[in-house]
């Protein structure tokens, strides 16, 4: 016959491993990015645990590499590299290779790894269809002219669209939520930051209705993990 003392300890234990597995449960159901968001697809993720980032295509591969963090993976772009580009935009670029978008959703962690300055930044591409045509946003320490907008590149040099902006975006060292939502029948461009409820940047732009999508910097440098991508994939049209 089991005693009293001995079933206490059967339950104590069921108890703990009960809530183990629960546990354990909440992190996996966690872990998972909803299968649609604002009504589109899930059509790429990236946590980069694989510990290579074969499906980018940065523009100079030497100043990208995945590294560690802890017990974590991020696409890190560890140098700050000046390529020459037909008009004036960022210089650090990584697209997701042979994907093309409309209609997207693009949610990002995102890290500044450079000193504190004026303009620290860091950048998310889209529309991008070579580099004379695309847009961007610079998500800049201090708004100005040509920072901390929205930016579209059209055969000459970026031009800020932005309808709403904020005065800037309070880097740190920590990492940070980014997400960039674009409908390319109304035009409109939203941005968010750590917030995902307020956009902090807006704009409406009709003139690029397709292309990659990426991540980067103008001249500075930072680490990237977490990248989801919801979307309607479309050809790219035959020039």
Same mark, same amino acid.
């Given at each position: 016959?089991?005693?009293?003392?001995?079933?206490?300890?059967?339950?104590?234990?069921?108890?703990?491993?009960?809530?183990?597995?629960?546990?354990?449960?909440?992190?996996?159901?966690?872990?998972?990015?909803?299968?649609?968001?604002?009504?589109?697809?899930?059509?790429?993720?990236?946590?980069?645990?694989?510990?290579?980032?074969? /499906?980018?295509? +940065?523009?100079?591969?030497?100043?990208?590499?995945?590294?560690?963090?802890?017990?974590?993976?991020?696409?890190?772009?560890?140098?700050?590299?000046?390529?020459?580009?037909?008009? /004036?935009?960022?210089?650090?670029?990584?697209?997701?290779?042979?994907?093309?978008?409309?209609?997207?959703?693009?949610? !990002?962690?995102? &890290?500044?790894?450079?000193?504190?300055?004026?303009?620290?930044?860091?950048?998310?591409?889209?529309?991008? &269809?070579?580099?004379?045509?695309?847009?961007?946003?610079?998500?800049?320490?201090?708004?100005?002219?040509?920072?901390?907008?929205?930016?579209?590149?059209? *055969?000459?040099?970026?031009?800020?669209?932005?309808?709403?902006?904020?005065?800037?975006?309070?880097? *740190?060292?920590?990492?940070?939520?980014?997400?960039?939502? /674009?409908? !390319?029948?109304?035009?409109?461009?939203?941005?968010?930051?750590?917030?995902?409820?307020? +956009?902090?940047?807006?704009?409406?732009?009709?003139?690029?209705?397709?292309?990659?999508?990426?991540?980067?910097?103008?001249?500075?440098?930072?680490?990237?993990? *977490?990248?989801?991508?919801?979307?309607?994939?479309?050809?790219? +049209?035959? &020039?």
């Amino acid at each position: 016959m089991i005693s009293l003392k001995t079933l206490t300890r059967i339950s104590t234990a069921l108890l703990v491993v009960t809530a183990a597995l629960a546990s354990w449960s909440l992190a996996d159901e966690k872990a998972k990015p909803a299968k649609t968001l604002d009504g589109l697809p899930l059509i790429f993720e990236d946590d980069f645990e694989t510990g290579e980032a074969k /499906r980018w295509l +940065p523009a100079n591969a030497e100043g990208w590499k995945v590294t560690h963090q802890g017990d974590n993976h991020v696409y890190s772009q560890h140098k700050s590299i000046k390529l020459k580009t037909p008009y /004036r935009s960022p210089y650090n670029r990584a697209f997701i290779k042979d994907l093309y978008v409309s209609d997207f959703v693009l949610d !990002v962690q995102l &890290q500044s790894t450079i000193k504190d300055y004026g303009h620290r930044d860091l950048c998310m591409f889209f529309g991008y &269809q070579d580099p004379s045509h695309l847009y961007y946003v610079h998500l800049g320490k201090k708004m100005d002219p040509h920072a901390n907008n929205i930016f579209i590149v059209n *055969d000459a040099d970026r031009k800020s669209i932005s309808t709403k902006t904020t005065d800037g975006t309070n880097w *740190d060292d920590d990492w940070h939520h980014a997400r960039v939502v /674009r409908n !390319v029948e109304s035009g409109t461009i939203d941005i968010y930051f750590d917030d995902m409820e307020t +956009p902090v940047m807006t704009a409406v732009d009709k003139n690029f209705t397709w292309g990659q999508v990426g991540i980067g910097s103008f001249d500075d440098t930072g680490n990237f993990d *977490d990248i989801l991508l919801y979307g309607k994939k479309v050809d790219k +049209p035959k &020039q």
